[in-house]
């Protein structure tokens, strides 16, 4: 493809009005013949001659010259020339335009929105279109969506562009990019254009066949969110309630958080956040009944960013949670007895009336099937893996482990002596564990040595070895992995 060219190169064909403006150069003399007796004169009229005589060579004319420059500018005009830059020089573009939440986002009062600045560079690179490209639009938020096929008519994409608008989710590039990969498999590009505020993860878990021109939006003003919340049961069967409040790098200012329970206020506070620092607030909230929580955050100044300034949580009713262990289990049994709010199964006469329960703590194969919205299983390799890891008798040690993980917190493995010795098949890789939807908790020499699935609402921990056979329940750190 040359990077030079004409819209309208059939007009050409105006090229051939130099022959008569040539032409009637050579025939604009017509002066009637006189005889004088001067001889001042001659050498013009030789000149003159000359010029008009055909194939020979005239005499510089400076006004013919500037009329022949000014005609093959109004040709050149005519044919409507181009200088391809790099995004005009691709044929065929799909352009990804995030429009999540933080696209919302405005630069200073009253002004525009990032998705708006999204808009109006797609609309300078459309009106710029050539006739031989075509573009196609993709927007995402949560979920991808194509707006257009690949076309190059101005209106349709045009009225497309107009139609995207902010949707108040997070931003999934991932599912974006798996649409325009399974879209290169019947059409072909090379380049895809992705124009987003940078906010979703780094790198994908799959390889991209086309080149990614990411443009990321220009830095917004000031804004101060809501980042975290969540809910922690205390003994006296009350909700702490944990809110945190961040603000961006170059936000400073004074703030109200509210707390309302269905629509009663139960608690509101002011603050002051300096630049790129946060506050963490606690408010207290009865867990007798079932309730909707909110928390609305109001900057006293201006804030770019809306969406982020109102949270909401659900909280069951409170009641002492049901955890089930087996007798065998006698370790996690003790460590379970002094610990509050909680109902332990079997009972002290072996017996168990519920089907449901919290947390399934078993070492037993055959009470898998028991039902609890968190399990941890000792001693036992999960079906799925055993192709990958097999469990030997020779012992082990920790290499390492996840101290951010919420079952590890607080919990020191160094020096852990364990029998067991679970072993990751030859070749096999921590990937190979993390495409089954594991993520290994605990490394040993040869194998992983805990590992954590989550599918939906239930969450699930494999402790590949037994903790009878290592020196786990006699460490200061097991009442506290327990509790945890």
Not at 174 to 194: H, I, K, Y
Not at 416 to 435: C, G, H, K, M, T
Request: aromatic share 8%; glycine share 6%; net charge negative.
């Amino acid at each position: 493809m040359s990077w030079f060219g004409f819209y309208a190169p059939s007009m050409a064909w105006l090229a051939f009005l130099i022959v008569p403006l040539v032409l009637f150069y050579f025939l604009k003399l017509k002066r009637p013949r006189l005889t004088i007796t001067s001889l001042v004169l001659w050498q013009q009229v030789i000149n003159d001659s000359r010029v008009n005589s055909p194939f020979q060579r005239f005499k510089r004319n400076l006004l013919l010259l500037l009329q022949l420059i000014l005609l093959i500018l109004l040709i050149a005009a005519a044919m409507q020339p181009f200088w391809r830059g790099r995004v005009s020089r691709i044929q065929r573009l799909p352009i990804l335009i995030d429009c999540s939440a933080s696209m919302a986002a405005l630069d200073k009062p009253a002004g525009k929105s990032r998705l708006d600045a999204v808009r109006e560079k797609v609309t300078e690179i459309i009106d710029g279109m050539l006739p031989d490209q075509e573009l196609c639009l993709i927007s995402f938020g949560r979920t991808a969506r194509r707006r257009t096929p690949f076309t190059s008519n101005k209106k349709i994409l045009l009225d497309a562009l107009s139609q995207i608008e902010v949707e108040d989710v997070p931003s999934d590039v991932e599912d974006a990019l798996r649409m325009t990969q399974a879209l290169e498999r019947t059409t072909t590009f090379s380049e895809v254009l992705l124009l987003s505020d940078g906010n979703f993860p780094t790198e994908a878990d799959f390889e991209l066949s086309f080149t990614l021109n990411y443009q990321r939006c220009e830095h917004p003003g000031p804004n101060f969110g809501i980042t975290s919340l969540n809910a922690r049961r205390t003994p006296e069967a009350m909700w702490d309630i944990f809110v945190r409040i961040e603000g961006s790098g170059d936000a400073e200012g004074t703030m109200t958080v509210e707390v309302t329970r269905d629509g009663e206020r139960v608690g509101k506070e002011s603050l002051s956040i300096a630049k790129g620092e946060s506050e963490r607030i606690v408010f207290r909230v009865s867990g007798e009944r079932a309730s909707s929580v909110e928390v609305k955050l109001t900057p006293d100044g201006f804030d770019s960013l809306a969406s982020d300034n109102r949270a909401l949580l659900d909280l069951p009713a409170l009641r002492r949670l049901w955890v089930y262990a087996p007798a065998s289990l006698a370790s996690f049994r003790h460590a379970l007895k002094p610990l509050a709010g909680i109902r332990l199964f079997p009972d002290e006469d072996g017996k168990t009336t519920e089907t449901d329960f919290d947390l399934v703590i078993t070492d037993r194969a055959d009470e898998k099937t028991l039902s609890g919205r968190t399990c941890l299983y000792v001693g036992l390799v999960p079906e799925a893996l055993s192709g990958l890891v097999t469990a030997g008798k020779k012992g082990t040690q920790v290499v390492d482990w996840r101290r951010n993980s919420a079952l590890l917190q607080h919990v020191e493995l160094r020096d852990l002596i364990v029998l067991d010795d679970p072993r990751s098949a030859e070749n096999v890789q921590e990937s190979d564990y993390e495409e089954l939807g594991y993520e290994v908790l605990v490394h040993g020499t040869a194998g992983p040595l805990l590992l954590e699935k989550r599918e939906g609402e239930k969450l699930s921990y494999h402790m590949l070895f037994h903790t009878d056979r290592s020196t786990l329940p006699y460490r200061v750190g097991f009442p506290i992995l327990v509790s945890n």
